[in-house]
């Protein structure tokens, strides 16, 4: 490729970047309606705050827990993101830890299939997913 090709791809991939707009639909499942509290999806188009800073994630939603399966529609501007999806069942906003004051006690679920392991969260690379009018639709469960 020569460098004229190159920038035209540049241009084009950041202009659809920039220009996309569509319904995300989130269906979050294996909700444990014992625990009450609130489910809170959160989106994050950058590697930056995620999946820890709430406070930087692109869009979010919060619903009350009243069944095991619950839906969230977002209008989103960005192709690629990652989701995070948090069970807080003390309604505080934050991942509670459990006794050890390491591992969380609320459940988690992420995007791309990403768990957490015994070195943390799932990054932002492997947890980013691209969205498109055709591929609108994301499940989600929550693991305890």
Do not use: C, R
């Not at 989701?83 to 830890?97: F, P, Y």
């Amino acid at each position: 490729m020569n460098k004229l090709h190159l920038i035209i791809l540049g241009v084009t991939m950041l202009f659809n970047k920039i220009s996309f707009a569509g319904e995300l639909n989130i269906t979050v499942t294996n909700i444990d309606t014992t625990k009450g509290g609130n489910i809170i999806v959160m989106i994050y188009d950058k590697e930056d705050g995620f999946p820890k800073d709430h406070e930087m994630s692109l869009l979010s939603s919060t619903k009350s827990v009243q069944e095991s399966s619950l839906d969230f529609a977002f209008d989103v501007t960005s192709q690629q993101i990652a989701i995070k999806v948090l069970h807080d069942e003390n309604g505080d906003g934050k991942v509670t830890k459990n006794w050890t004051g390491i591992y969380p006690k609320d459940g988690l679920g992420f995007s791309n299939e990403q768990k957490l392991t015994f070195t943390g969260p799932p990054n932002y690379q492997k947890s980013k997913i691209t969205i498109s009018p055709t591929k609108n639709h994301v499940i989600i469960p929550i693991i305890y």
